[in-house]
């Protein structure tokens, strides 16, 4: 039986088209009418045909809210996901698709002193609306990130190099010297788990598939600073034993893959390490080793990083916290911005044909 699907809640993620228009005037303000163009879609559909770029009027600004001119946006598998229906949060109809990216604020309603003209702010939830030229929204949907970072590393911080960051630092204490191993080291949460790992001075395994190019992607993860690369087939006919003998058995595992590649990471693991499934993307269980849980006491554990960030959205200095110190690695260098595809926003079907496609690099939506 399919799992129900949870559908956005109405005070912080129904869309925003709904959102505001709801926005409270300031007694005696005037009216200004903006509007803006968006990528609107109004059932789920598999084909990309269901998402049309539609003119819509934006609410006169509300004494807490903020109008933002959006300057960039990817296109991630979650929002194909939630495109298509299948994502475990869906908005109201009409929705604007797009859960990530970074803006201008524009204008502020006379109540907000968080954000001021000329800031960049990235929205901290899911369901926000993304891919648009402008939004109004309330001032406490945003996060402030500094503006000497570059625009694709701003546009791409709230979802991937934060759930890395986390991951890293909330199930396992990580001293210098660590070994943390994962597999889908490729994807951008993999490369950001690189870097921040690097900048923590952890070690780290990283498991790809196996493909053609895999001396390139060998050596691009190991510019990040990757530790070892190897691939599926190998740890699993050599065995990590055999293949690496210089670092000490990895406490943490990072599994985003599932299937055979999630069993062969948990069973690399130490005694009394801890694997944490962030992913599926080979859509097969995961395959756990009885003895693992049995005799090597491994515990497993889940992470979605909107999960993370709706538990603690009281605490907005957490959220805050949190983006700026992803942040302040970008600004020193130890973490890139991942390699990413321009794309003009009216090309908007090129990026989403590519999302869905083995082997491309994240596409981002210039508006």
């Known amino acids: 039986m399919r799992r129900p ?21 300031a007694p005696g303000a005037l009216r200004q009418l903006h509007s803006c163009s968006a990528l609107v879609y109004r059932k789920h559909g598999h084909q990309y045909d269901t998402v049309r770029m ?5 609410p006169a600004l509300g004494q807490h809210s903020v109008r933002l001119r959006m300057l960039a946006a990817p296109v991630n598998p979650a929002d194909i996901n939630m495109l298509q229906g299948t994502y475990p949060i869906l908005p109201v109809f009409p929705a604007v698709g797009g859960n990530e990216g970074v803006g201008e604020v524009v204008e502020v309603g006379r109540k907000v002193t968080s954000l001021r003209p000329g800031d960049w702010a990235i929205p901290w939830d899911a369901g926000f609306g993304t891919w648009r030229t402008e939004a109004v929204c309330e001032a406490d949907d945003l996060l402030q990130v500094p503006k000497d970072i570059p625009l694709l590393g701003a546009a791409t911080i709230g979802v991937n190099p934060c759930t890395a960051y986390r991951m890293l630092q909330d199930f396992v204490t990580l001293k210098p010297g660590a070994t943390v191993i994962q597999n889908g080291s490729n994807s951008a949460v993999g490369q950001a788990v690189i870097q921040i790992a690097a900048a923590l001075g952890v070690k780290t395994i990283n498991v790809i598939r196996d493909r053609p190019n895999r001396q390139e992607l060998e050596e691009e993860l190991k510019s990040m600073g990757a530790d070892f690369v190897i691939t599926e087939e190998e740890l699993q006919c050599l065995g990590l034993d055999n293949v690496i003998q210089e670092l000490p058995k990895p406490i943490l ?34 395959q756990i080793p009885a003895k693992s849980l049995i005799f090597k006491n491994i515990t497993l554990q889940g992470f979605w990083m909107t999960q993370w960030k709706r ?46 496609q083995a082997h491309q690099r994240k596409h981002v939506l210039l508006m």
Do not use: I
Not at 54 to 58: A, T
Not at 255 to 270: D, E, F, I, T
Not at 336 to 350: D, E, I, N, R, T
């Open 253 to 286: 595992g990072l599994n985003c893959v599932g299937g055979r590649s999630g069993g062969l990471v948990l069973s690399s693991l130490c005694d009394g390490a801890t694997l944490v499934t962030y992913g599926g993307m080979a859509k097969k269980p995961l």
């Open 54 to 58: 539609e003119e819509m009027s934006l």
């Open 5 to 25: 699907l949870f559908r956005l809640t109405q005070e912080r993620v129904l869309s925003l088209w709904q959102r505001e228009s709801r926005t409270t005037l």
């Open 311 to 356: 538990s603690n959205s009281k605490d907005v200095m957490q959220l805050q916290a949190m983006v700026t110190s992803v942040c302040d690695l970008v600004m020193s260098g130890q973490l890139q911005p991942p390699h990413c595809v321009q794309v003009p926003f009216h090309h908007y079907s090129q990026a989403l044909q590519a999302t869905v």
